[in-house]
């Protein structure tokens, strides 16, 4: 069975510029997330769908950042401009289904490493 | 205050040791505790999970819950070079969709 895959693996881009990152996660499993993990750090939840709706995100800057997960699959992250301070790794990650009673195992894809200069 | 404090060591031990990794919280509201395995350049993986508090056995690997203390163990008997990795602890509150808070992790080398 596939795991979550993400692209690009590595980005480096200058202070302001756009950037997105993909993410494919695992058939079957209806809710995404988005992760920010920065160097020394554990992951710190961006964004949460359950199917296409966007059901926790208390946590993501939405100044500069957006998401979407149309038809409820794959799902895009967008940085723009991006900052200095956006240097860190994203990662998605994917579980069947977190709507129900107690914690569905979450399963992460390798991550984006982004370098902003 | 973080709401899950872990030491970020690095921690070096060599094969065959036993390896004990630690995290304390603060939020009582936590049920469910994970430990994650994080080789570099890739994602987590999980690699224990256990519901309130007691052990859990799985193999060489052993996760502790103390909610009394709250205070939460992972050991690692036979310690192997394969174990190299960054270890993260993590947990979430009982309600539906709860929101996973990591530690920081705990940097081990197991030497040959």
């Known amino acids: 069975e596939a795991g979550v895959v993400q692209s690009p693996r590595y980005k480096i881009i200058e202070k302001k510029q756009p950037v997105a990152f993909w993410c494919n996660p695992i058939?079957?499993?209806?809710?995404l997330y988005w992760y920010l993990q920065n160097l020394g750090q554990g992951p710190e939840l961006l964004i949460r769908?359950?199917?296409?709706?966007?059901?926790?995100d208390s946590q993501l800057p939405k100044d500069r950042f957006s998401a979407e997960r149309l038809k409820g699959v794959d799902s895009t992250l967008k940085i723009q401009p991006a900052e200095l301070g956006d240097s860190a790794v994203y990662l998605c990650?994917?579980?069947?289904?977190?709507?129900?009673?107690?914690?569905?195992?979450?399963?992460f894809g390798p991550g984006t490493r982004l370098l902003v200069l | 205050q973080k709401e899950v404090e872990q030491d970020p060591g690095p921690l070096s031990v060599p094969e065959g040791a036993i390896v004990s990794l630690n995290c304390t919280y603060s939020n009582s509201a936590f049920q469910y505790f994970m430990w994650y395995r994080q080789y570099s350049r890739k994602g987590p993986e999980l690699l224990m999970y256990t519901y309130s508090s007691g052990n859990k056995e799985d193999g060489r690997f052993t996760a502790q819950v103390d909610k009394s203390s709250k205070y939460i163990s992972l050991f690692i008997r036979d310690s192997q070079p394969s174990d190299s990795a960054t270890y993260l602890c993590a947990m979430s509150g009982e309600t539906s969709g709860s929101r996973l808070t990591f530690g920081e992790g705990t940097q081990l080398t197991v030497n040959p």
């Open positions: 058939s079957g499993h209806n809710t």
């Open positions: 990650a994917s579980s069947l289904d977190s709507s129900g009673s107690g914690q569905e195992t979450q399963y």
């Open positions: 769908y359950e199917n296409e709706e966007a059901v926790d």
